[in-house]
């Protein structure tokens, strides 16, 4: 009887051994390349670039809009400037 309880305790650590260890095992050790992560826009360098790229264009138009509209408003007030007052580049009599 103790012999039968001997193997019957060997074939049942031969089992958990091979369930531990058995080829199944083997393939999760082997460098399998991991999923490419799902990246998000704010993630995604290039599209960080075309971001800030798009804002800088939109800051320089608005900037040079601002200066146009400066120059002309100066061009309106020398245009209509009061004729009574002399301008400073043209000599009085």
């Given at each position: 009887?103790?012999?039968?309880?001997?193997?019957?305790?060997?074939?049942?650590?031969?089992?958990?051994?091979?369930?531990?260890?058995?080829p199944?095992?083997?393939?999760?050790?082997?460098?399998?390349?991991?999923?490419?992560?799902?990246?998000?826009?704010?993630?995604?360098?290039?599209?960080?670039?075309?971001?800030?790229?798009?804002?800088?264009?939109?800051?320089?138009?608005?900037?040079?809009?601002?200066?146009e509209?400066?120059?002309?408003?100066k061009?309106?007030?020398?245009?209509?400037?009061?004729?009574?007052?002399?301008?400073?580049?043209?000599?009085?009599?």
């Amino acid at each position: 009887m103790g012999r039968l309880l001997l193997v019957l305790l060997i074939v049942v650590a031969i089992v958990l051994v091979w369930k531990a260890f058995g080829p199944k095992t083997w393939k999760r050790n082997q460098a399998t390349p991991e999923p490419r992560a799902i990246k998000g826009p704010d993630d995604d360098e290039e599209f960080l670039w075309k971001i800030e790229k798009d804002r800088f264009k939109e800051r320089r138009a608005r900037e040079a809009a601002q200066r146009e509209e400066e120059e002309r408003r100066k061009r309106a007030e020398e245009r209509y400037r009061d004729p009574d007052t002399p301008d400073d580049d043209q000599p009085v009599d």
